[in-house]
């Protein structure tokens, strides 16, 4: 097995190998909707009750999220492979064409998706061009286990949706 150079193109190229859900992070601010995506979210905690995700440090779209008391996660389904374009957009109206709803503390989520979490930032770990953002779930609202909602998926660069066997 040859070991290639471990630049960032060779690593964003493996690290596409391995498929993720895709999460909105929203906030209201009263004066403005705030949004990004995420494919780096992933449960850490029963006891307290803990996810995780993480950010590029060059993003200008997190430091005025982080700025929030409560943020919205919605675990994004299938049928929202634009919304998962338009917010992990660099500029534009991130909430073109999406229904929302904004709960007391200003988390907003999608409408239309499977689980949606009201979370606070409980820590922040700088590593690499990144930080690993640790938060905490203060009210969780999860569709019943038949349900027909699906998640996107994040796989080789690209939005997908599972395909059942």
Known sequence: MTTPTLDGAILR?????????VVAICADTGTE????????????SLDPPLVAFCVQ????TWPRLAAQPRLGISVLSSEHDGAARVLAAKD????????T????GGALFVDGC????????????PAGDHAIVVLRVHELHCEESDSTVEP??????AFRKLVAS
């Open 13 to 21: 190229r493996a690290f596409g190998h391995v498929p993720a859900g």
């Open 33 to 44: 909707r705030l949004g990004m995506a995420a494919s780096t979210f992933v449960p850490v």
């Open 57 to 60: 440090n060059t993003s200008t």
């Open 92 to 99: 534009g109206d991130r909430f073109a064409g999406l229904g």
């Open 101 to 104: 709803e904004t709960r007391d």
């Open 114 to 125: 499977g689980v949606r979490m009201d979370v606070s930032i409980e820590q922040q770990v």
């Open 152 to 157: 996107i998926v994040f796989h080789r660069s």
